[in-house]
């Protein structure tokens, strides 16, 4: 997709992501974030998913199947997104190189969007030892979160 | 009780960490299977109330 302009770039994030730091997690489907060359409309990931189609993959509704995983493909829709596509790191499942957004961005997207399972992966990002309270507080506080990372912790780092 | 609960718990954590620092492909190959065992724990509890119903 890269090569063939589909997507000007990638990286794999949420639980998948999260694995590579942490203990396995149950999730039910694998998210990518995309950056389009026309921009971040929803809309615009129909080249997408006609290129995946095209290419004998399956579409799940706003989803394609990869073997086991539906895949989910996000448009990066805020500035911490667009860092951390542009800032992943390479990984590897399989001898396959891809794209992943490091530990302190997936912690801090989790942070921005606050739900739940996010306030757990942060939690675990932490336990694993792949960030530190230290790094995150100032990361939060760069990127505008300074207030969700102080609820955050009064709520669940005592 | 206290040191054996101690350990129990060094140990488990010891474990838990072991898991973390699997190759992430196998971790995710875990995911799958977790996701499997949820859906069939699910589907085996569903039977088990629908076997429960009362009968009329």
């Known amino acids: ?158 | 009780m206290e040191r054996y609960l101690k350990e129990l718990l060094a140990r488990q954590s010891a474990w838990q960490r072991s898991r973390a620092a699997l190759p992430w492909a196998e971790k995710i190959r875990l995911a799958k299977v977790m996701i499997e065992a949820q859906r069939a724990l699910r589907a085996g509890f569903d039977d088990r109330r629908e076997l429960e119903k009362p009968s009329r």
């Open chain 1, 1 to 158: 997709m890269l090569k063939a302009g589909v997507i000007l770039d990638y990286a794999v994030f949420g639980a998948i992501a999260q694995m590579r730091y942490t203990e396995a997690v149950a999730t039910l489907d694998a998210d990518i974030l995309v950056a389009i060359p026309t921009g971040g409309n929803l809309v615009l990931l129909r080249p997408i998913l006609d290129f995946c189609v095209a290419h004998g993959y399956t579409s799940e509704g706003e989803a394609i199947r990869v073997g086991d995983w539906p895949v989910q493909f996000i448009p990066a829709f805020n500035a911490i997104t667009e860092v951390a596509m542009r800032e992943a790191q390479t990984g590897e499942i399989d001898g396959v190189p891809l794209r992943v957004v490091r530990a302190d961005h997936l912690a801090l997207i989790a942070l921005s969007t606050a739900r739940p399972k996010d306030f757990a992966r942060i939690l675990s990002l932490l336990e694993a030892k792949a960030i530190t309270v230290e790094e995150l507080a100032k990361l939060s506080a760069r990127h505008g979160l300074a207030a969700e990372w102080q609820r955050f912790r009064r709520r669940f780092l005592g």
